[in-house]
Nanobody, 125 residues
């Protein structure tokens, strides 16, 4: 059974930073699969889940939603089976429950096979 556990969420003032982590256990993911990797998504109250960023296990190629480009950075440590999301210059509109996922890299949440339970990020103005 694969388990993804996010951590690092919390309350921060606008302009501040947070670093989210997502650790996987129960399975070592193949880092040779070109189309596979990590994704981060978020869901604000009353809104649908939206794509934030993704990164391939094989070559580290990343992709970002326009709303976070230049402020967020996704990274991974294949040896530790862990993904990270560094969030800088946070805005109140970044407030959401953040989820990590593992599977086929895409902006579509349906492509991911494994999901964490989420970590709350709240940005005060």
């Amino acid at each position: 059974q694969v388990l993804l556990v996010e951590s690092g969420g919390g309350l921060v003032q606008a302009g501040g930073s947070l670093r989210l982590s997502c650790a996987a256990s129960g399975r070592t993911f193949s880092t040779y699969a070109y189309t596979m990797g990590w994704g981060w998504f978020r869901q604000a109250p009353g809104k649908e889940r939206e794509f934030v960023a993704s990164i391939r296990w094989s070559n580290g190629r990343s992709n970002y939603a326009d709303s976070v480009k230049g402020r967020f950075t996704i990274s991974r440590d294949n040896a530790k089976n862990t993904a990270y999301l560094q969030m800088n210059s946070l805005k109140p509109e970044d407030t959401a429950l953040y989820f990590c996922a593992a599977g086929r890299v895409s902006g579509d949440s349906e492509e991911y096979s494994y999901w964490g339970q989420g970590t709350q990020v709240t940005v005060s103005s």
